[in-house]
């Protein structure tokens, strides 16, 4: 490489690296303002501009040409010096697409790593240049489908980063992964550098199913077949790093059309990944509208995650990340994340709106959130919340858990430093033969096994909830943080909720309390907290705090407005101007590293929460 491209390339990363800084790692979408700097000019030699593809001569990629030649030389090292328009260009593979590179028709040679086609085991640094255009429309593929079809990342390979694709156009089949950047990414890496990094793109992304703006299936290693969903394989190898997406980001559109009416089908839908066994996504966000209307495991950010054991060391999950786009999915469906298993998501957020027609029975997991829509295995969710309304129209049977932060849990789960600000609401067919179970935190906690356990603290709800159905069958539970706790029938399970609150208006059938439901077959407490509530409605079963269940409730309290019609006899009614001093709320720890604050914000009608800095909207 020469002194003119050297300081070319050191410029560019230079300027991006201190404007990153600048602006925040918090905010991802900041570093894809970057101008354009000075390229050098393109030679268009063949097979590229320079370079031997070690790497510390990596091969230069300035044109059209290039770019379709590094299909050639899967296992080198790349970096892109110019923009890149694909528009006009006629490739010599697959009729004239630009066919995904590392798919099934690379060179000749024997299958590396027993990957089922030859994978991109290299690594491309595309400086921040811009990929315009890329086209690429196959509905019947049977290989994965992106820029990339197959990356296969372990010993110091597999690492893209700095890509900015604009005006994608990509459809693919079914099954084997489509994404923008990458259909099927597999392997691991050696936890120093993320696999896909700082990655923008925009466009349409489609696909039958598995399918994410960035990369429609990540999996851990590559001995899994390319269409496995199978999480209980994925993170079996303990010491050994998994795959990051990291600084991404994706807008435009990402569809699914996995099921059908009345026969909704697994969609595997993300606006920036479909389906990642045992992966991390960090400081990322998507703007992506994510719809699938028949489709389950549908997400603003992912559609599936999971590490797939507890066993595992706690390195899977999603941190400082976000989704903003609108979600359309039938069941298990989140603003951030469809459906999540074993993992844990720390200072994330959602702000999208969340929608489902739950068709038919599927099996009582409808799980609708605004940041998770369903959440098993061992989680913890901290300083995350979700901003957007969460809906549900449904047609169907089965418990359906709608929540405005997660829709229905299962396992062990501990939630803290939380908060969910839209409102939920479900409403159910007449002649249908659903139990809903609605929260405005979380809707649904799962009962009937004695190791599960939930434990909730420091976290609100102040967007309310309605549930009224036309069917046979009254609500399963209604509250303004949690709708229900536990199985009608089963072993006791462990709940402790503290320092928590829920405001808004409730309206329900039956089952209805200010904070919690319904609460069956359950050990533990609830206390330290509150529900102020300017309107409240209930059928039967309804109290302005706990509308049915009995286990340990300490210091809960509630507005005396309600207290004429629903009466509360496991909480204390306090006046308005009582909600305005902390010294009202026996029990309340507040001030300096206490739960509570000592002064309750001017404006504000009820305490509020320590950690909360009112930077983000929270209280």
Known sequence: MGKSKIATHFFRHAFIATLFISIGACNPLAIRDVPDAVAPACKNLVPFDGGDGSSATPYIVCSA???????????????????????????????GLFA???????????????????????????????IKNFTYLNAA??????LFSIVYGAGGGGVIQNVNMTNVNVLGGTTVGTGALVGSYSGDYNGTTSNLKNISVSGTVSATDTVGGI?????????????????????????????????????????????VAGAPANAYLGGLAGSVNCGNIKNSASSMAVSDA???????????????????????????SSASGDVSGAAQAGGLIGSANFVIVDSSNASGVVVSTNGNDIGGAAAIGGLIGYLSGTDTISNSYATGSVGATNT???????????????????????YATGKATVSSAAGTNSMNAIGGLIGQ????????????????????????????????????????????????????????FATGDIEGDSFVGGLIGSIMHTLGSVTNSFAYNNNFSGLANAS???????????????????????????????????????????????????????????????????WCNNNAGCQ
């Open 65 to 95: 040409a290039q770019l379709d030649q590094v299909r050639n030389y899967l296992s080198s090292n790349f970096i892109q010096t110019a923009d890149i328009d694909l528009a006009s260009y006629v490739s010599s593979y697959d009729a």
């Open 100 to 130: 995904p590179i590392g798919s099934a028709d690379a060179p000749s040679a024997p299958l590396p790593h027993g990957a089922i086609h030859h994978p991109f085991e290299g690594n491309y640094d595309g400086q921040n240049y811009k």
């Open 141 to 146: 593929a049977a290989f994965p489908v992106g």
């Open 215 to 259: 990369v429609g299936l990540m999996n851990k290693t590559v001995h899994m077949t390319i269409n496995s969903h199978a999480a209980d394989k994925a993170c079996n190898f303990t010491g050994v790093a998994v795959p990051i997406i990291e600084g991404s980001t994706s807008s435009g559109t990402v569809t699914a059309t996995a099921g």
């Open 294 to 320: 028949n489709g389950f495991f549908v997400g603003g950010l992912a559609g599936y995650l999971s590490s797939g054991t507890a066993a595992f060391p706690a390195t899977v999950g999603v941190s400082q």
């Open 396 to 418: 169907g049977n089965g418990i359906n858990g709608i929540g405005g932060l997660i829709g229905q849990m299962v396992g062990v789960m501990t939630v803290s430093n939380s």
């Open 445 to 500: 906690m799962v009962g009937g096994n004695a190791t599960y356990s939930y434990t909730i603290s420091s976290s609100y709800a102040t967007g309310g909830v309605s549930a009224i159905q036309a069917g046979p069958v009254d609500s399963y539970g209604a509250g303004g943080l949690i709708g229900s706790v536990g199985a009608v029938m089963g072993v006791n399970i462990a709940l402790s909720v503290t320092n928590c």
């Open 544 to 610: 302005a705090v706990i509308g049915s269940g009995g286990i340990t409730f300490t210091d809960l309290y509630y507005r005396a407005a309600i207290d004429g019609t629903y009466p509360d006899g496991n909480a204390t009614s306090i006046t308005d101007p009582q909600f305005l001093a902390i010294s009202s709320f026996g029990g309340f720890a507040s001030g300096m590293g206490n739960p509570w604050k000592a002064i309750i914000p001017v404006g504000q009608a009820y305490p509020s929460l320590s």
